[in-house]
């Protein structure tokens, strides 16, 4: 077997020489002539019966060339050469058809990495196969700062003493880890800038196989007594792009004016095991309170702020240690629970039979971003998919268009021996000829499309972004697989018309009967038509999305207002100086001309965030179970006038209410309805967060409601304090609603908070109209991409139905001229090929129309404020339809009707 | 393993070795041989001798070299390789126990 593989390989690359052929050939008849003449035969008589003995030389010496190891791989680059020759010699067709598929192939390529990537990839770190999430069921009481990407029973956030109690008695893991994000203040050479750090475990390196690109990373024991150990550990990119790759081992930062040592550099590549976060310092997890001032979360059980990633052990299956784990996790919560204030039956059931611990794949990494760019990314590739089968159509009808005018060509093939099965490859080889020039000119495209694509989704700061613009293996074995199949697909549409050894007498027949059955052709043209109404709905439902979601009113006018937050921690600010530094911030603002208003808030407003609680009404008597989550801000006094939240009943805060005086809250509409029945009725009541009697407010004002997470989510029930009367201090996103174009009192801002203290690191200045399309970036960009698809299709669609119009109407160029001749006019000529254009189209819209209901039924989740069967966007895509099909159809009709009747006639 | 090749061009290829198993031969006088020692019976359509010496050697079962011929001209001499032995005895072995079988079932009397 392999001295026969061995021998096959070596003629491969030998083979064999032409002449030793012929000589051997020659030779043979020498020595047959010489044995007849030896019998007697004249010389002439013996060589001819030595001739027709051995029969046809040519055939035999073709026959052996075809027994060579190499022949199939001959013959194949022999359909490659003429498929290249057929190509070249319609090179209109050609480039129209390599373009379609480019384009297809290269949007495809550019989304489908997007997917690939926040999807498929696994984290950049050793045997991520072994990684699981850890996610917990069961009650929680105290304070949990999530960071997004929880499910009902899989809450991904943990207290520090759970994880150090999981990481030390566990047996089924061979490393936990656990980080937490936050944002901090970093003084380098005097200039200050904010930051994303990662809180991580000491272990968090070594068990994730992350190796120092420069220095070393942290070890176990850097997971010091809290606070003791103020070391950091630098992002690669951060260092490259900040630092310039300069030695920084060793040498000293400020991260919220605390000197930390730098101990190196991560590894190129590597960013946090979650993914989609991208910090770019880390520092250990027991240095929270420096990171976090305002929190204490280290020794607190009741703190829920981290999350947990595991390796398990070899060979150990995710439900083998979920089982292993569980018990641990029952005893721990069992402990913990003897510390929880309510010791009632339910809340023991809740908190500890209900309590359970998942154990989860996490070869991805943990993603609360995953969960956020899963729809918009799978409706999006949706998309490609129909641009990628409409392209596919589109060529296919090209190329049946193409082949009509080859039947000769194929005919005399036949006529000269060659097989069906030759044919057939040929065919498949012209079409994966054009396949592959596309795919080819789509890769080459989709790299920078991606690139621009990335930029445009992180539109503001410096780029940064969990996408990156590379094309990796799966992409790419992604995209020849998908090239292959939409090159046998629409190579069989002409082979299933040649592929036919009876075309010879088909040919006699006249030019009827070729260029593909009228039926295939209509079928081609309905589904071109149908495809892309199809994209154009979804584009219209898209933006017409977009466009409500912009124009949707807050409850506040949203123009002419400037945001940007300030944590005065972050500069290294101690909990009693926040608060004055941060009048003092408000106060210089409004001093500035071209400002009308300054107002600040802890609850960031239309940025998908909030800061909700329970509160206890005094007088108030809940009906039982009642879980009534309240919106909490604390703001400052000038924030609802800044923003211009109509009052409906008492008064606004004002300067007199200070941290001495009376503590005071103004609650919305919703808070006042639900707990006192109407505005009115709320002032005077006495508001607070459940046994915190210190947080005791009274109500002296009713505002309307407004929107608050977002402009998709109804207002919620919100009671706002002031800041100045906080348990604690907190950094605050302060709001300027100036006379003039926002953006140019953003200048002056800057310079008065440099002047105020020129470590004070402003962070996001932005208007608010930014913030909001910030926000929406989802929708955007599956509005963005589904016009450019819709587009697309709608041009595909035009060149695809030219191209068949404009063949079967040279087609009918006989039967025209001679309803000339009896006296049509040239309009009537017109108007018979544009009926039957708009027949087919119309028969095609009323079929897609209801599939188009059912497909955008899927997306209706990510739709606001318009309806699956909105008739204007319906209305619309007929309209372009139309349009596009009348345009397709009239060029040939014109073309035809101008035909001179004695001509068409005489033609074959 | 070899993919199993259909009865008449089986038959060929062990015919071919078999005829060469003693000494080199060139392609004449395998063909010669071939027809003499079946009493004429088998007569090897000359095309398709050399297709069938050709896949042969590609196989790597025999080999071919330029030598002198009888009557001292150059010509291409056939001999076994020690893969071609094997699969010769090989395809003997499979051959008789498939004439076997054959004669078994003819000569039976039902």
Redesign the interface.
């Not at chain 1, 075809?66 to 190891?69: A, D, I, L, M, V």
């Given at each position: 077997?392999f001295?026969?593989l061995?021998?096959?390989i070596k003629?491969f690359f030998a083979g064999?020489k032409r002449l030793?052929?012929d000589?051997?050939?020659r030779?043979?008849l020498?020595?047959?002539a010489?044995?007849n003449m030896a019998r007697g035969m004249t010389p002439e008589e013996a060589r001819r019966r030595a001739a027709i003995?051995?029969?046809?030389k040519e055939?035999?010496r073709e026959?052996?060339r075809?027994?060579?190891?190499s022949w199939t791989l001959e013959s194949l680059w022999r359909d490659l050469r003429y498929g290249l020759r057929g190509l070249g010699r319609n090179p209109m067709f050609t480039a129209v058809a390599v373009l379609t598929l480019a384009l297809a192939i290269g949007a495809n390529t550019t989304i489908f990495s997007l997917l690939d990537q926040a999807l498929m990839q696994a984290l950049p770190v050793k045997n991520p196969g072994e990684l699981v999430v850890l996610s917990f069921a069961g009650s929680s009481s105290g304070h949990t700062e999530s960071h997004g990407g929880n499910s009902e029973g899989h809450r991904h956030e943990f207290s520090y003493p759970m994880y150090k109690d999981l990481r030390d008695r566990n047996s089924v893991f061979s490393g936990l880890i656990g980080s937490a994000p936050a944002s901090a203040g970093l003084t380098w050479n005097d200039r200050a800038e904010g930051v994303s750090v990662e809180m991580v475990s000491g272990n968090y390196f070594n068990v994730l196989g992350v190796q120092a690109a420069a220095g070393r990373l942290f070890v176990a024991s850097d997971e010091t007594a809290p606070g003791s150990n103020p070391v950091a550990v630098l992002n690669f990119d951060y260092w490259k792009s900040h630092l310039a790759e300069a030695p920084v081992t060793g040498k000293t930062i400020l991260v919220n004016g605390t000197p930390f040592t730098i101990l190196g550099v991560a590894a190129p590549g590597f960013h946090s095991m979650v993914w989609g976060q991208l910090p770019e310092i880390y520092v250990p997890l027991t240095m929270q309170k420096t990171i976090q001032p305002e929190w204490d979360y280290l020794n607190d059980h009741k703190s829920y702020w981290m999350d947990i990633v595991g390796r398990l052990k070899p060979n150990l299956s995710p439900s083998q240690a979920e089982a292993g784990i569980n018990t641990l996790f029952t005893a721990l919560r069992t402990e913990e629970f003897k510390l929880l204030n309510d010791q009632s039956a339910s809340a023991k059931k809740a908190f500890i039979t209900n309590g359970h611990l998942n154990l989860e794949a996490g070869a991805r990494g943990f993603s609360p971003m995953r969960d956020s760019v899963q729809t918009p990314l799978t409706i999006i590739m949706g998309m490609v998919l129909l641009v990628i089968l409409m392209a596919v159509v589109n060529v296919a009808s090209l190329l049946l268009v193409r082949a009509a005018t080859r039947a000769r060509e194929f005919s005399v093939r036949y006529a000269l021996g060659a097989t069906s099965g030759q044919v057939l490859r040929q065919l498949l080889a012209e079409g994966t000829l054009l396949g592959l020039a596309g795919a080819a000119i789509g890769l080459a495209l989709a790299p920078e499309a991606l690139r621009l694509l990335i930029r445009w989704m992180s539109s503001t700061d410096n780029g940064d972004h969990a996408f990156s613009a590379t094309l990796d293996w799966r992409v790419l074995v992604f995209t020849i697989l998908a090239t292959l199949v939409a090159s046998l697909l629409f190579s069989l549409a002409p082979a299933a018309q040649f592929w036919n050894p009876k075309l010879a007498e088909a040919l006699h027949q006249g030019r009827g009967g070729t260029g593909g059955s009228l039926r295939f052709r209509r079928t081609c043209v309905a589904l071109q038509i149908g495809f892309s109404l199809l994209l154009i709905v979804a584009a219209g439902l898209f933006v017409r999305t977009i466009s409500n979601l912009r124009n949707v009113n807050a409850g506040f006018p949203t123009d002419h207002l400037l945001a940007f937050n300030l944590n005065p921690a972050l500069a290294g600010y101690s909990a009693a100086g926040v608060a004055p530094v941060e009048q003092r911030v408000l106060d210089a603002v409004a001093g500035l001309p071209g400002i009308r208003a300054v107002g600040a808030t802890n609850d960031e407003d239309l940025a998908d965030d909030g800061v909700s609680g329970d509160v206890l009404v005094a007088g108030y008597t809940p009906p039982p179970n009642d879980d009534y989550d309240v919106e909490l801000p604390w703001v400052s006094d000038g924030y609802l006038q800044t923003l211009g939240i109509p009052l409906l009943a008492g008064r606004y805060f004002n300067a007199g209410d200070t941290a001495t005086s009376t503590k005071v809250a103004i609650v919305n509409q919703s808070f006042a309805n639900h707990f006192f029945g109407s505005a009115g009725a709320a002032l005077g009541h006495h508001v607070s967060r459940p046994r915190r009697p210190q947080t005791d407010a009274m109500i002296i004002g009713v505002v309307q409601d407004v929107k608050h997470e977002s402009v998709r989510e109804p207002p919620h029930p919100t009671s706002y304090t002031l800041f100045a009367q906080a348990e604690r201090t907190t950094g605050l996103i302060y709001y300027v609603r100036t006379w003039q174009d926002p953006d140019a009192a953003a200048k002056s801002i800057r310079a008065a908070i440099t002047n105020l203290d020129s470590k004070l690191i402003m962070g996001n200045l932005t208007t608010m109209r930014d913030e909001i399309d910030m926000n929406l970036m989802a929708e955007r960009t599956i509005a963005l991409l589904a016009t450019a698809f819709g587009i697309l299709a709608t041009v595909l669609a035009g060149i695809g139905l030219y191209g068949i119009l404009a063949y079967s109407t040279a087609q009918r160029t006989r039967e025209i001229g001679i309803r000339m001749a009896l006296g049509a006019r040239r309009a009537t000529v017109v108007r018979l090929i544009l009926w039957e254009v708009m027949v087919l189209a119309g028969g095609a819209i009323l079929v897609t129309i209801p599939i188009a209901i059912l497909a955008t039924r899927a997306v209706r989740s990510q739709l606001f404020g318009v309806s699956i069967a909105d008739p204007v966007v319906y209305g619309a895509g007929i309209a372009i339809i139309c349009l596009v099909a009348g345009l397709a159809g009239f060029v040939p009709a014109r073309r035809a009707a101008t035909v001179d009747p004695a001509r068409a006639l005489r033609t074959d | 393993m070899p993919p199993p090749s259909d009865l008449l061009q089986g038959t060929l290829d062990m015919l071919i070795l078999k005829s060469i198993a003693l000494r080199a031969e060139h392609g004449w006088a395998i063909s010669q041989r071939i027809q003499q020692i079946s009493n004429d019976v088998l007569q090897i359509g000359q095309g398709s001798l050399y297709p069938a010496l050709h896949r042969l050697e590609y196989k790597g079962w025999i080999r071919a070299q330029w030598g002198a011929s009888e009557n001292n001209r150059r010509a291409r001499y056939y001999s076994l390789t020690a893969a071609g032995k094997k699969q010769l005895e090989a395809e003997l072995e499979n051959w008789q126990r498939l004439t076997g079988a054959v004669n078994l079932v003819l000569n039976s009397s039902f």
């Open positions: 077997m001295t026969e061995g021998s096959r003629f064999k030793e052929v000589e051997e050939i030779f043979h020498e020595r047959e010489e044995e003995a051995f029969g046809g055939r035999a026959e052996c075809e027994q060579r190891p | -």
